[in-house]
Each structure stands twice: as structure tokens, then as C-alpha cells.
């Protein structure tokens, strides 16, 4: 490795190492602009300039743009290098307007940071400055075009890193202009990172305008639960509530930058609407004495109808702490449960994905981003975790070939090949491509369970005509990659798939290829929910028991079954049931309002919480404030009621395990580092081995991945036959596939008012060629008959995506939850257009 000497330090950096790098790994902080981590060098501001002293190169040269070779000798404090920097920040702020004061960059802004260490401290142009008009990008990103230094940070993440194009570069010399060729709200859903990834104030964070300065909020590293991905973020508070949500680097996971639904999916911390004092009946009243009158009928239930009348549902978006209380719970009174998933067919899926991720398979996003084959079955990166379509974007832009085998209409910000075909048929299309990708030679060294495995596997031959061309290049392509990464969906695939995933996985690695897994799970803490998950019974099993009189009360620990069941006739009439329903939440929702005892939980930012991502990563997030009322809710916007006191206003909130363990003996509330420890070490005892935990401070900065795989399922034993749907008389059916949408569909972001003006409206997605049989057009409104009623809805028809499917999503205004179960078929008949 070459090694550089810098201001009199020496200096070892690995090939390809930039000295803007090389000197900052010694604790020297060159000056920079267009240079960013993530984007590379560029060469644009000119900032960055040290002198040659020693080397290939002489003289003043920039930094950013040179590789460390040996025998260099650099001076970042030379005169003369000095000088140069000085002109440069002096020229950048020829017409860079005075408005710290009011500029919500101040205080972070690296404009002024270079300013100052630059010397540049006098004025001495006395022209007209340049002006510019600012635009309208969308609601989440504020245009302030007259600070701007040209240096094509923005439009290089944009168009570059993330792979949209409706903002860039315009004119030229002084008066390049960036933004879009006219006002209109950016398509990309990471458009936020532009305020992260701006050296100035050109683009700021549109809905905390204002708010605060960076000294004025309490920042504490946080996490994303919007999905399974787990992004690592900086909450911001202040005046208790969160008012800013920032990327936070983190290598393994999310890197620099993080989804708009992430970074602005925190709203419902903040919601005024939120419900902060117990509930008896819909009465406020003290916490402890809903806690007492939980359990006193609960314990009156048990003595009456026994403790199997008493059923608990957990959630995937609580912390470990609350779903290992839940279960520690369960498990010590004898009550049914918990069940953590709304499907038991979704809860089998999960947990076959987190039993086959082998540690040897399992992969971050950072890993994604070096493969050079990637194949995704049964997923939608950019509408379920739009992170893993970025990573996925720099694994494209580094030559890496993307194949999508999904029936619904797939959008990727890259070059990507799509096979559209049925749920059905995904099994057979994924085997059929493996088949192709694998050396038969290979695989027969391999063993005979490998060898078995792909004789029986269905070869190319089964793909429809008007597929196979693409299909076989694409197994060329994946024949040729030797870092491949099968990526696997949970939500819409058959109950095989990933175990098949997990088989073709090993199958690769069989023929002597770098494989990895990557499965995409329904929740935040799908993963840590489906660890937990035993025989217990499931949501639809726990309904029936309330149907039949078995179960007479039901504890809700913050999940909302009527907006994420998908019958919600059926579940209403279950509720009304019940002899009593307990609510631990942090959000109003219809079971509160349903509730006979709600119990008001704290949020993520309120009460931190430990979280395990996809790839089994455990992870932890601290408070971000103590909680309470918002000063701006108290005040209604003037100063807050000039009372005094102990006590926090709205500050009743607890941890939902908090509140478990009071309702089950009524014990004190131990400190959070305690009970953490506490449930960790249960879990470990009880369900599943963990590795020695790392302190919590450990966890919130880097988190440490689990093993989770169990060796019992002997590989390759999925018969993907199985899978096809035959003889069932619904060929001439069409299937109703459930999916997410990047915004409207995920709860917790649905409280957010700047991505509710993102959302576009629901519509119902389906082939041309079916559109043309029911004489529909795109645009038309059409009525589908399903299991409890009618849905009505506008049509979108797409080429891109199977025929024989339509797509419906689980948008907040949309009225889908009125089927029975999956999977669903209408027929022609059930889908008829809407005269207008």
C-alpha cells in the first residue's frame, strides 16, 4: 500500500485512496464543497487545493482528485495552497447573499464553516450581486437558489446516485441554474437528502423551516421502523416534540442517506390528535387506575371462563422489549398468544425467511451494493424499502445486471430486466433461472442433495414465449456474475418461496459463487416478532375464538387490526363480542376508540427501544426526549399556560412493556438499561441463543448481527410443484394482489402531512390486454366485487405487469379490507365500469 506523508504525518491508505481521504483518516480536514463520500470527487469547487512538495505531482493541485501514491510529500498549510483557498472562498461569495440569520442552514452550514477557517472575513467586490428565482420542488424541500456555489452536489446525487432526472443542471458559467425545468414536486422519494447532502442553504428542510437552529435541538441518534430495513437516523427535538428526522451514516446499513417515508415518517409522535391520558370506557382518567381496572377484570375474566379466554396481539412495529414482554406474559398466565402477524399464512413466510438465513447468506445493503447479479422475487424495492433500491441503483451503476420476477407493475430508478408473471408461476420462473445460471458440473461435485435438487428443478423451457428471450439472457447474465444476490419478498409470494429462495441461494453457492440473501420482511421488527413466534395461535384462529364465545377479552399491544386486517366486517363483529378490550398505543385509532381500557404507550422517541432489521442486525435506539405535550399543542401557538409543576403535561405516556408488566402483577417500573438487559437475557434462555449483547450506546451506533438460521430444515427440500396452482378452475380468473405504495399505504407514515401531499390516488393496476376484455380504459372507474362488498376504484392500465392480476393497495383511503382470505380470485364477471 502506498504511503504519504501529510503536514509531517506518514501515512498508509490502501490503493485508489484520494488524499482529501488519506488526510482525513490523520485527523486533517481539508477544506470541501463537490467532494461528499458517497458521490466521489468531481473537481468543481476548487477548494480542497495542497501543495505538492514531493512526488509524481508539483505544486498547488486538488486533493480531492489525486490518488496517494508513494513518495508524496503534501502541505495543506503552504502558503501558497492557503492562498489559493482564501481567493476561492472569496470568489464563491461574490453574490452569496448575507442571510445567516435567516437561513435555516446556519449554525450547520459548511459555507460558513470554510468562511471562517478560510480567513475570509472583508468584503471587497462592490458590484450588483447575481440573483435567480427560486422554485416550488414539493413540500419537503425549500428552493433558496441565490446561495447556491455550484458545486454540483445536488445534481450528482440526484441524477447519479439516485437515478432521476426531473432536476438538474441548467445554462452555464455564472449563471448555471439548479432545479427543474419548471416549479413542480420532485418524483424522486429521496428528494429530503437534498438538504442533508447541500454545502449551503439552497435546499433546507421545508416542514421545520424555521423551527430551530442545530444548537437548539436535542439530536440523538435514532432508527427508521417505516420498514425492515432499519435505517439509522438523528431525531432532532425540541419544545418536546420531534421536529426534524436526519440521515445518520452508518456503513452496513444505510450509508449516507435515507427514503423520504423514513425521514419524514415521524408525524405521529406529534400528531395532535394522539391520545395522551387513559381511557376507561372513552373517560380520562389516571393511569394507575386504568392499569388497576385492567387487571381486576382480567383477573376476574381468568376466575370465570379461565385463562385461555384472555388472547393477546403483539405488532412488528414494537420494540423487542414489548414483544418479549408480551410473550414472557402470555407464557407465565396462561393466555392464548401472542400472535404477532394479522395472516398466519404472512407469519409462516417470515419465519421460514428468518430460519433460512443462513449467517453465511445474509447480506446489508452496503454488501448488495458490491454484487454484480441480483435477482428479486416477489418484491418492490422502491414501494416496500425504497433504501433498497438505491443500493440496488449502485450495484446497477457499477455493472451489476437486476432482474425483477413480480406480477405488479414494477418502476426502478435503473436499467433492469422484468418478467411479469403470476404469483403462481414466481417458483417456477426463479428455479428456471437458477437452473440456467449454474454449472450442471459443478452442481454434481456438489453432492447429491444439490444434484437432486437441480435435476427436478424446472428449466428454462417452461417460460412463456413471449418471456424467453429475456429470460435467457438474463441466465446468461447471471451465469457470468460471481457475486449474486437473490433478494426475496414475504408479502405476495406463495408460502414456499422463500424457503425455495433460501435453496437457490445455497444452490449458487454450490456452484462456487459469492451468494447472498437478502429477504424483505412486512415490519420493522418483523424479524424479532417472528423470533418469538411459536405455535401460538394466529390473529384469524384468536377471531374465532372470540366468535365462538371462547375468548372473551383481547389486549391490543400497539397494533391496530382495523387497519391492517383484511376483513373488516368480520373483525367488527368480533370486537363487539368481546367482554373487554385492552389498548396499549401510541396513536388514535379505531381499536382506541373500541377500547374498554386504553392505555397511552410512548414512541420510539420517547421510550427508545432495541429493534432487529431483515438481515437479523439488532439495533437500538435511545430517548430522543422525555415526552410530554408539545409546547406549540399546549399554547395553541402563544406562550404555554403559566402553570407550574412536577410533573410533565401529557407525560402519562410509558413504555408498552412498561405497562405489561404493571398489568400483570402490578410491579414497579424498573429503569429501561435494567429491564432491557432483563427480557435480552429471557429471550436468550427461553426462545433462541443470542450472542454476548454489546452495551446500549454499542447497539445505537453500530448494532451487531444475530444468527438466526436453523439448521433443521434440511436444504433443498421444497418441491417448487407444489406451488402451481392447478386444476382449481380459476384460469380465467383474475387474482387480487395487496401491495404497499411508497406513501399512503404504510401506517405510521400515514400520519405525516407533508407525505400526505405525496400520495397519489388509489388506483386498481391491471394488464392492458385484461383492461381491453372488461372494455375498460386507463382512467375509467370500475366496481370489483370482493368477499364483503364492493371496492370502487379507478383503473390503471399497465403493460408492464401480469396479466391475469389485479393490483390493489393498501392505501389508507381506500376501502380494501372486505376479503376472507388469500388467495383471492374474482372472476371477468366481478369487475364491472362505473358509469360517470
Request: net charge negative; hydrophobic share 35%.
Amino acid at each position: 500500500m502506498p504511503k504519504i506523508i501529510i503536514d509531517n504525518h506518514e501515512i498508509e491508505v490502501p490503493e485508489g485512496t484520494k488524499v482529501i481521504e488519506a488526510a482525513e483518516q490523520l485527523g486533517i480536514m481539508i477544506p470541501r464543497f463537490c467532494y461528499h463520500p458517497a458521490l466521489g470527487s468531481v473537481g468543481a469547487c476548487r477548494v480542497c487545493a495542497v501543495k505538492f512538495l514531493e512526488g509524481p505531482f508539483k505544486g498547488v493541485q486538488m486533493s480531492c482528485m489525486i490518488d496517494v501514491k508513494d513518495g508524496m510529500i503534501v502541505s495543506t498549510t503552504d502558503e501558497e495552497a492557503v492562498e489559493f483557498r482564501q481567493y476561492v472562498i472569496e470568489w464563491l461569495m461574490l453574490n452569496h447573499p448575507h442571510d445567516c440569520p435567516v437561513c435555516d442552514e446556519g449554525g450547520h452550514c459548511l459555507l460558513q464553516d470554510m468562511t471562517i477557517s478560510g480567513g475570509h472575513g472583508m468584503r471587497r467586490y462592490l458590484g450588483l450581486k447575481r440573483t435567480y428565482r427560486d422554485q416550488y420542488l414539493g413540500p419537503l424541500v425549500q428552493h433558496e437558489m441565490n446561495r447556491c456555489i455550484h458545486c454540483y452536489r445536488c445534481s450528482r446525487f440526484y441524477q447519479e446516485f439516485a437515478g432521476y432526472f426531473d432536476l438538474g443542471v441548467m445554462q452555464s458559467a455564472n449563471r448555471t441554474y439548479f432545479g427543474r425545468f419548471k416549479d413542480g414536486i420532485l418524483e424522486s422519494p429521496f428528494t429530503g437528502n437534498l438538504s442533508d447532502i447541500c454545502p449551503t442553504g439552497v435546499y433546507t428542510d421545508r416542514p421545520s423551516r424555521f423551527f430551530g437552529r442545530r444548537w437548539d435541538y436535542q439530536r440523538s441518534p435514532s432508527l427508521c421502523i417505516n420498514c425492515s430495513l432499519g435505517c439509522h437516523t438523528t431525531a432532532s427535538a425540541r419544545y418536546r416534540e420531534v421536529v426534524r428526522q436526519e440521515a445518520r451514516y452508518s456503513e452496513a446499513v444505510n450509508g449516507y442517506f435515507i427514503c423520504d417515508r423514513g425521514r419524514h415518517g415521524f408525524h405521529y409522535a406529534r400528531n395532535e390528535t394522539r391520545p395522551r391520558r387513559a381511557l376507561i370506557e372513552g373517560r380520562e382518567v389516571s393511569t394507575e387506575e386504568a392499569i388497576r381496572a385492567a387487571r381486576e377484570k382480567l383477573a376476574e375474566l381468568v376466575k370465570s371462563a379461565g385463562p385461555d379466554s384472555i388472547a393477546c396481539l403483539g405488532s412488528g412495529r414494537s420494540g423487542l422489549e414489548t414483544q418479549a414482554m408480551l410473550k414472557q406474559l402470555c407464557q407465565e398466565k396462561g393466555w392464548q398468544g401472542p400472535s404477532y402477524f394479522m395472516d398466519k399464512s404472512l407469519a409462516g413466510k417470515v419465519k421460514t425467511a428468518v430460519s433460512r438465513l443462513d449467517p453465511e447468506l445474509a447480506v446489508s445493503l452496503h454488501q448488495l451494493e458490491g454484487s454484480d447479479a441480483i435477482i428479486v422475487v416477489g418484491a418492490d424495492p422502491i414501494n416496500e424499502a425504497p433504501m433498497l433500491a438505491l443500493a440496488m441503483r449502485q450495484a446497477q451503476r457499477h455493472g451489476g445486471k437486476i432482474a425483477v420476477v413480480d406480477p405488479r407493475p414494477i418502476f426502478l430508478p435503473f436499467d433492469f430486466t422484468h418478467l411479469p408473471v403470476r404469483p403462481d408461476e414466481i417458483n417456477l420462473y426463479l428455479s428456471a433461472l437458477i437452473k440456467g445460471a449454474v454449472d450442471p458440473q459443478l452442481i454434481a461435485e456438489a453432492g447429491k442433495g444439490a444434484a437432486e435438487f437441480y435435476q427436478v428443478s424446472p428449466s428454462l423451457e417452461i417460460v412463456a414465449d413471449s418471456l424467453q428471450e429475456k429470460a435467457s439472457i438474463l441466465a446468461q447474465e447471471l451465469r457470468a456474475g460471481q457475486k449474486v444476490v437473490i433478494v426475496c419478498g414475504t408479502q405476495i409470494v406463495r408460502e414456499t418461496t422463500p424457503a425455495l429462495a433460501a435453496d437457490h441461494a445455497q444452490l449458487l453457492r454450490a456452484a462456487k459463487k459469492q451468494v447472498g440473501l437478502f429477504y424483505l420482511l412486512p415490519q420493522a421488527n418483523s424479524f424479532g416478532a417472528s423470533l418469538l413466534t411459536g405455535d401460538e395461535v394466529s390473529f384469524s384462529e384468536i377471531l374465532e375464538g372470540i366468535e365462538d364465545g371462547r375468548v372473551k377479552s383481547l389486549i391490543l399491544a400497539e397494533n391496530d387490526p382495523f387497519y391492517n386486517f383484511h376483513d373488516r366486517q368480520r373483525l367488527d363483529l368480533a370486537i363487539e363480542k368481546l367482554d373487554l378490550l385492552v389498548v396499549l398505543d401510541y396513536f388514535e385509532s379505531a381499536a382506541v376508540k373500541k377500547a374498554q381500557v386504553f392505555l397511552p404507550t410512548s414512541t420510539l422517541y420517547e421510550g427508545g427501544g432495541i429493534f432487529i432489521n431483515q438481515e437479523g442486525r439488532l439495533q437500538a435506539a435511545p430517548k430522543a426526549y422525555l415526552g410530554g405535550i408539545s409546547i406549540a399543542q399546549i399554547g395553541g401557538g402563544n406562550h404555554p399556560p403559566r402553570v407550574y409543576g412536577r410533573d410533565i403535561p401529557g407525560g402519562e405516556v410509558r413504555a408498552a412493556h412498561q405497562f405489561l408488566t404493571q398489568i400483570s402483577n402490578g410491579d414497579q417500573i424498573e429503569d429501561d438499561d435494567h429491564t432491557q438487559r432483563s427480557l435480552l437475557r429471557w429471550i436468550a434462555d427461553n426462545i433462541t441463543p443470542l450472542p454476548e449483547i454489546p452495551p446500549f450506546d454499542e447497539l445505537a451506533e453500530n448494532g451487531m448481527r444475530i444468527s438466526s438460521s436453523d439448521n433443521t430444515p434440511p436444504y433443498f427440500a421444497v418441491k417448487w410443484q407444489e406451488e402451481k396452482d392447478k386444476g382449481n378452475g380459476l384460469e380465467d380468473s383474475l387474482e387480487i394482489i395487496l401491495t404497499d405504495w411508497t406513501f399512503g399505504t404504510e401506517e405510521l407514515s400515514s400520519f405525516s402531512p407533508p407525505l400526505r401531499k405525496l400520495e397519489r390516488s388509489p388506483c386498481a393496476s391491471m394488464h392492458t390486454k385484461d383492461a381491453a376484455r372488461l372494455g375498460l380504459d386507463h382512467g375509467d372507474k370500475v366496481k370489483i366485487k370482493l368477499d364483503e362488498g364492493d371496492v370502487e376504484v379507478d383503473v390503471c392500465a399497465e403493460e408492464n405487469m401480469a396479466s391475469g392480476a389485479i393490483v390493489l393497495p393498501r392505501h389508507r383511503l381506500l376501502e380494501w379490507q372486505k376479503i376472507k382470505s388469500f388467495p383471492k380470485f374474482v372472476s371477468y364477471e366481478d369487475v364491472k365500469k362505473v358509469s360517470t
